[in-house]
């Protein structure tokens, strides 16, 4: 695609640090505001993002920070609970990954009352994690040490997964709380009964190259979709069909509308691009280029995508 044909985000807020990591919770927050986490150099910032798609009253995008934490070291992946809510007793609770091979459960109600829990077990770095869906009860967690790992809410390991390569991308079923989604490196990714703690179903890359991410359609379970070496690439469940896009790094499913996904790439580079794509089309809808960018997170209900980046948080909108 030519660079003169991507767009500058639709909204951005400043920040004080680089974003590593930035997560808009896939859960109501029980008030119009979405709530958005971002994680940087021993930080991770909790705020509201309200966009004027939502209130005609705001102008472009309302942020407010609701509390910064202190976070050991740098964040690199990091999920929200579904017990995370504002009406009646405000609570916020996330995990963290960070290079010291620990998750950290944090859990606060924005006043005095500020919990951190420490869970060790992985060998190595840990990739990717996620939060039960339905009652937020679970962590489950991927490493380079070749294994899923299942921790409950006071930091004890309930189970492990042995991998036959690197883990990198684990997603939890929206309903079915003994459905897990494992993806690993070599290329496989495999459909778990947590309560055999057995493979049910496996899909495959072929020859692509290393998978380096994976998302579940979590409003249509019977598409996954994964970034293959130098590919993007979609498997229908039912039909274990997969097509093939260009050179991306991560992959993640629209919540708003299952047809619509976004990729990020080209790493490493003094402006990074991020494309939207749509099942019905052949090209991208659009191409989002700013500075070299971290993370990628839909927002709950509206089209629109969020991208860390140098000292700023960039969205880009698009239509359904």
């Not at 896939?26 to 021993?42: D, E, M």
């Not at 407010?64 to 934490?69: D, E, K, P």
């Not at 778990?192 to 020859?207: E, F, K, P, R």
């Not at 490493?268 to 809808?285: D, M, N, R, T, Y």
Request: proline share 4%.
């Amino acid at each position: 695609m030519q660079e003169d044909s991507a767009h500058s985000p639709s909204y951005t807020v400043p920040c004080e640090d680089y974003v590593h990591v930035v997560e808009f919770s896939p859960f109501s927050s029980g008030v119009p505001a979405s709530l958005l986490a971002y994680g940087g150099n021993q930080y991770v910032v909790v705020g509201t993002c309200l966009f004027q798609e939502e209130d005609m009253e705001v102008e472009g995008v309302e942020f407010n920070v609701l509390r910064a934490f202190h976070h050991e070291l740098r964040v690199d992946s990091l999920a929200w609970s579904p017990e995370s809510r504002l009406d009646r007793v405000p609570t916020i609770r996330l995990c963290t990954a960070a290079a010291d091979r620990k998750l950290r459960l944090l859990t606060s109600d924005l006043q005095e009352r500020h919990e951190v829990k420490v869970m060790e077990g992985h060998t190595s770095y840990i990739n990717h994690l996620v939060f039960e869906p339905t009652e937020g009860k679970q962590v489950a967690s991927v490493s380079d040490d070749h294994t899923c790992r299942l921790w409950d809410l006071e930091g004890n390991e309930t189970a492990v997964l042995r991998l036959r390569s690197p883990g990198i991308s684990v997603c939890w079923h929206p309903e079915e709380m003994f459905k897990l989604m494992v993806a690993e490196k070599k290329g496989t990714i495999r459909f778990y009964d947590l309560v055999t703690q057995q493979a049910i179903l496996s899909l495959d890359c072929g020859h692509c190259g290393p998978l380096m991410s994976a998302d579940w359609c979590l409003t249509n379970t019977i598409k996954v979709g994964g970034v293959a070496g130098n590919d993007w690439l979609i498997w229908d469940i039912t039909r274990s069909r997969w097509v093939e896009g260009v050179y991306v790094v991560l992959f993640r499913w629209s919540l708003a509308n299952e047809n619509l996904f976004a990729t990020t790439g080209c790493p490493g580079k003094i402006s990074s691009q991020l494309f939207i794509h749509h099942l019905g089309h052949p090209q991208p809808v659009m191409i989002g280029s700013s500075a070299v960018g971290s993370g990628l997170s839909w927002h709950r209900t509206l089209p629109l995508c969020a991208v860390g980046s140098d000292r700023k948080l960039c969205f880009w909108m698009t239509e359904m």
